[in-house]
């Protein structure tokens, strides 16, 4: 991931953490995985798991306890529907907002010699 993405981190992290999620119910290592392998790597697992509460409270994800046995148990993390819905529906925005992009640039370079022309020349 870029460099000075690491800054805009914070901002990015609820919906790469939901991304993440979308392939199905993690556990904790799964997750702090799956993020690194999106490039949130420096990110604190204290502030990974914040984030997760907060969307859970957002109702955008749900934990559970599994108990494994004696005294022995996990958390199973994954997406709620709200949650499925918000990552599609942020999907689509951004896919919109990328072709509107590629139209400016488009019409940003086929323009770019004429306004130079006109104002040197």
Do not use: C
């Not at 509107?100 to 019409?107: H, T, Y």
């Not at 770019?112 to 006109?118: E, P, Q, S, T």
Request: glycine share 12%; net charge neutral; charged share 30%.
């Amino acid at each position: 991931m870029r460099d000075d993405f690491a800054g805009d981190a914070q901002e990015w992290l609820v919906p790469f953490l939901l991304l993440s999620m979308r392939g199905g119910d993690l556990r904790r290592h799964d997750l702090m995985g799956r993020l690194a392998d999106l490039g949130f790597g420096v990110v604190r697992p204290g502030e990974v798991y914040r984030t997760f509460r907060r969307a859970e409270a957002e109702g955008l994800v749900f934990s559970e306890r599994e108990h494994l046995g004696y005294l022995l148990s996990r958390r199973k993390y994954g997406l709620t529907e709200p949650g499925r819905a918000y990552v599609e529906f942020l999907a689509e925005s951004l896919r919109s907002y990328r072709e509107e992009i590629e139209v400016f640039l488009r019409a940003y370079a086929g323009n770019a010699d004429r306004f130079l022309r006109g104002a040197y020349g």
